[in-house]
């Protein structure tokens, strides 16, 4: 195996502190999405279209690529890599449907939707050329 995270071939536990940063951008990603409509600027929406649609992706591509680098660490990147992709698109499906939802004055956009799932890829292509872990 050509650049695993673990050279020393003994397997990493999973500790607390691996899941700090991705948690903290889950939070953080779920508060912009529960901005009420009223507080967004209002501008635009043709000039703001594209923006919006890099902000989710480059925000879903952080989320992602903290979560590999945190299962890489404790070793376990191979075993849960496609479980933990999956978890994450429908982490961002589902603030979408809840901004059509709950959140006052939001909508539900699939633009939005398919941005973040292409985030998602990002992210592990992210980890995976930072890390040279092709796995």
Sequence with gaps: MRGGLNESGVAGD????????PGLWAL???????????????SNWLGELHMDKLIHLMMFMFLSSSVFIA???????????????AVLVMYGFGLEFAQ????????SSFGDMF?????????????R????CWN
């Excluded at 404790?74 to 933990?84: E, I, L, P």
């Excluded at 941005?115 to 980890?127: E, M, N, P, S, Y």
């Excluded at 050329?129 to 040279?132: F, M, R």
Aim: no cysteine; charged share 15%.
């Design 28 to 42: 953080l990603i779920f508060g912009l999405h529960a901005i009420p409509g009223k507080d967004l600027p209002q």
């Design 129 to 132: 050329w930072i890390y040279g």
């Design 14 to 21: 999973f500790q607390f502190r691996h899941a700090v940063v």
């Design 71 to 85: 299962l890489g660490k404790s070793g376990s990147v191979r075993q849960y890599k496609w479980f933990a992709a």
């Design 115 to 127: 941005a973040d799932g292409l985030g998602v890829g990002a992210g592990r292509l992210l980890f």
């Design 100 to 107: 059509g939802i709950w959140f006052e004055g939001r909508t």
